[in-house]
């Protein structure tokens, strides 16, 4: 058969413009369908976007620090409008380079939603179809809002880069990491913000000394945080919401934010009637190459619902050419994937927290919590966490987890040697940079526990 094309991508986010790109640079005739912007979540609504935010809610506690060490500065207060006019400048300009990157590696775009009509058809919004050898879908995800009285009240993430003015009181509920990155931009930003989540403690899934330690520092800061709580019902009053809680309580907000979950973009695409099996969460199931049931027909990215990072994304999207164009089947790598989360305090993680690793073999772990130098010198209390996890068989460190300012810059370099399989030794013949946060990652000597 003879195709329009050698690759249909459905997705202009960063997994399906790299694949295209590098598709297309291997000779491929390809095209990519975007009926929203081009980046994606990650570059227009979600880590470009909120990283900003998180430089512009940190300065506040800056004028504090920088009083301390003897600088004559005043406080000021924020400018919404000014921060978002720039915000949104810098957006289009990262957008503008997605397109460049498609246009100078002849790649056809179209700025439509495409749909499956058979294992090698897509249609456009316009009624058009185009044919294709390999069709790749790299759609992504979206934050959903659980249905309950007044649900239609609350605003997502996508919207809070769009606000028209920061609100004075905010309740964000959920106690992922979405939800806890954003209560402590709106509490740097100086807005009254309150955070509800439904368990025990925020951020399920990360290593449990970490996250007390986040938590306590969010508390410290000002977040009203609330555990075990969640809504009840919402309803309007006046310009706010009145929120009622599962303990009884009634307050009142300006915005209520939901990050309780998102789920992969797949609704509505024709994949059930092409055959393409989805899972429990909508997602697309697909082999360790990104192939779904319908071999023509591969998928990669959060619409995947594996590894929902961006940067895991891209390399998805990178394994699939080499799979499909290069003749080398290769399947991408998802384990000890180092990950920031840009909480305030900041956390870096890498491997398995010390719940999992106690539960697979014996363990030791080494913990060293207190207070930095530069924060402590300007009279804040605010603890940090340098914490490896090692195997007792192998002396391989499993974990590595940071609360610290920076903590992301750090969990970046941790991470390739753990990747490498650094054992603790390895990290203990490694002289300390001093006077650093960092250095104690080698100056451990003694566990604090073992399993």
């Known amino acids: 058969m003879s195709f329009d094309y050698d690759l249909f991508v459905i997705g202009g986010g960063s997994g399906g413009v790299r694949a295209a790109r590098v598709a297309a640079q291997e000779g491929a005739n390809v095209a990519l369908a975007e009926e929203d912007r081009y980046g994606g979540t990650c570059v227009i609504?979600?880590?470009?976007?909120?990283?900003?935010?998180?430089?512009?809610?940190?300065?506040?506690?800056?004028?504090?620090e920088a009083q301390a060490y003897g600088w004559d500065i005043k406080g000021g207060a924020?400018?919404?409008d000014s921060f978002k006019v720039k915000l949104h400048a810098e957006l289009d300009r990262l957008e503008g380079i997605y397109r460049g990157i498609l246009k100078n590696n002849s790649v056809t775009n179209?700025?439509?939603?495409?749909?499956?009509?058979d294992a090698h058809t897509v249609a456009l919004a316009d009624g058009t179809q185009k044919t294709a050898k390999h069709i790749l879908i790299a759609t992504g995800g979206w934050p959903t809002v659980p249905e309950f009285p007044g649900s239609d009240l609350a605003i997502t993430s996508n919207e809070m880069f769009h606000l028209d003015k920061l609100p004075e009181a905010i309740l964000i509920v959920g106690g992922g990491y979405i939800a806890s990155e954003f209560a402590g931009i709106?509490?740097?930003?100086?807005?009254?913000?309150?955070?509800?989540?439904?368990?025990t403690q925020i951020l399920r899934g990360f290593d449990e000394e970490a996250r007390n330690v986040v938590a306590a520092g969010m508390i410290e800061n000002g977040i009203d945080l609330q555990l075990e709580t969640n809504v009840v019902s919402m309803v309007k009053d006046g310009d706010?919401?009145?929120?009622?809680?599962?303990?009884g309580n009634e307050s009142l907000f300006d915005q209520v934010m939901y990050a309780t979950g998102r789920h992969p973009n797949a609704d509505n695409l024709g994949l059930e009637d092409l055959g393409v099996a989805r899972g429990e969460k909508g997602e697309i199931l697909v082999d360790a190459y990104s192939q779904t049931g319908v071999p023509s027909v591969y998928a990669i990215g959060d619409v995947t619902d594996r590894a929902n990072l961006t940067p895991v994304a891209i390399r998805e999207g990178m394994a699939f050419v080499e799979t499909v164009f290069k003749g080398n089947p290769t399947s991408p790598d998802h384990e000890l994937i180092p990950t920031a989360i840009f909480t305030q305090p900041e956390m870096g993680t890498v491997g398995l927290s010390e719940e999992e690793a106690a539960a697979q073999e014996p363990i030791e772990v080494y913990s060293a919590s207190f207070k930095p130098m530069q924060q402590s010198f300007a009279g804040r209390a605010q603890k940090v966490l340098m914490k490896l996890i090692v195997s007792k068989a192998n002396r391989r460190v499993l974990g590595c987890h940071i609360v610290a300012p920076g903590a992301g810059e750090m969990i970046q370099l941790a991470g390739i040697a753990i990747k490498m399989g650094a054992t603790k030794e390895d990290f203990d013949r490694t002289v300390a940079v001093h006077p650093t946060m960092s250095e104690e990652l080698v100056t451990m000597k003694q566990p604090s526990r073992t399993t």
């Open 110 to 117: 179209y700025d439509s939603r495409a749909t499956l009509v």
């Open 240 to 247: 706010k919401i009145r929120v009622t809680d599962t303990k």
């Open 78 to 80: 924020f400018d919404w």
């Open 186 to 199: 709106m509490n740097g930003l100086g807005v009254k913000t309150t955070q509800f989540y439904r368990g």
């Open 45 to 64: 609504r979600g880590c470009v976007p909120k990283k900003l935010m998180v430089f512009a809610s940190e300065y506040s506690a800056m004028v504090g």
